[in-house]
């Protein structure tokens, strides 16, 4: 990866050096230290300076990236990937459910990460993994993915923040939809319940108000029916992260008595045909662009899969 990032210094503090404008920025102080080791990384005015240079009104200041190796333990694979967004800093990708995001012992060569790999290696471009908002393996939809590391870091920031600060924070704003069992009832509200890792469990959590981290969930129900085939009452459910505990949103629903249809580790046991995980899917991420400022907003369409459900158990779309 090879990155020029050009900052017009037009307000600047008095005596202040390029780190400290470049912290304000986002920069980590990894991203500094890594900076630090290309002697050609800064240049300001077409003259190359270290980090210790006092900037000026009217300077022209350029951030050089040069990522050249690759991470090591991701194997390309050619699989299909469905890139949404994509610009010089960072990508979109809409994820299957059924799909890993990173690859593991038992997943080796078939993840978002094998993807991606995969993509980059026919750009001829080094591909180091950088994912920023983690979806589980058998939830579908969006997910942003950095193309470098000053990128990484700074969205990175984002989603600490939201989570420390709540929706309030300039942090990535998730929206999902799912199915889930029963009428929920109040039509909405927020749900404010903190998570723990179950005891003897690796991966399975669950609502714990002694060692839980605070997790939220605001939930608007859109409509609801009844099942045809067993009689039973399901809603389609409008969800949006205030915090990003693993599985919150498949926990909170279990919590309230509503678990999404097809989760078989907080719901039914019994897979649902014809679903490759449970029926949620992110559908929408509103972030502020980490280079420009601006704000960026990305939406999907309902998958083949969670409109199938649909259909099967509402009879509409």
Same mark, same amino acid.
């Given at each position: ?8 210094? *037009? ?7 390029? &780190?400290?404008? =470049? ?8 991203? %500094? ?13 077409? +003259? ?35 890139? #949404?967004? $994509?610009? $010089? *800093? ?13 690859? &593991? !012992? ?8 094998? @993807? ?20 589980? !393996?058998?939830? &579908?939809?969006? +997910? ?11 969205? /990175?920031?984002?989603? /600490? ?52 981290? !605070? @997790? ?25 992260? $205030? ?19 097809? *989760?078989?580790?907080?719901? /039914? ?5 014809? =679903? ?8 929408? %991420? ?5 280079? +420009?400022?601006?704000? #960026? ?21």
């Amino acid at each position: 990866m090879q990155r020029k990032i050009t900052y017009y210094v *037009d307000k600047i503090k008095p005596g202040q050096k390029i &780190s400290g404008f =470049l912290k304000e920025k986002g920069y980590s102080e990894q991203n %500094l230290v890594n900076l630090k080791k290309n002697l050609k990384s800064i240049e300001v005015n077409d +003259t190359y300076v270290y980090q210790n240079y006092v900037l000026q009104q009217g300077d022209i200041l350029n951030v050089y990236i040069r990522e050249t190796e690759s991470s090591r333990q991701i194997i390309p694979v050619e699989l299909p990937i469905d890139i #949404v967004y $994509e610009d $010089e *800093d960072l990508l979109v990708v809409n994820k299957p459910a059924g799909m890993p995001i990173h690859p &593991s !012992r038992n997943n080796p060569d078939n993840s978002l990460g094998n @993807a991606l790999a995969w993509y980059y290696k026919q750009k001829q471009q080094a591909f180091v993994f950088r994912c920023i908002n983690r979806l589980d !393996r058998d939830t &579908s939809g969006l +997910t942003i993915v950095a193309k470098h590391m000053v990128s990484g870091a700074i969205l /990175a920031q984002m989603v /600490a923040a939201k989570s420390r600060d709540g929706l309030q924070a300039q942090g990535i704003h998730r929206e999902y939809l799912a199915i889930v069992e029963g009428n929920v009832e109040p039509a909405e509200g927020v749900i404010d319940a903190p998570i723990a890792r179950k005891e003897s469990r690796c991966l399975e959590r669950v609502v714990d108000y002694e060692k839980g981290d !605070r @997790a939220i969930t605001h939930y608007q129900k859109l409509k609801t029916w009844k099942n045809a085939r067993s009689n039973k009452k399901m809603s389609l459910v409008a969800l949006q992260l $205030e915090t990003g505990r693993t599985h919150q949103i498949r926990v909170h629903m279990a919590y309230i008595g509503h678990p999404i249809l097809g *989760d078989t580790v907080y719901g /039914a046991k019994k897979p649902v045909p014809g =679903l490759a995980g449970q029926c949620l899917q992110a559908v929408e %991420l509103r972030f502020v662009h980490p280079r +420009t400022g601006k704000l #960026v907003t990305v939406s999907c369409p309902r998958s083949p899969e969670f409109e199938q459900q649909l259909r099967k158990y509402a009879g509409r779309s």
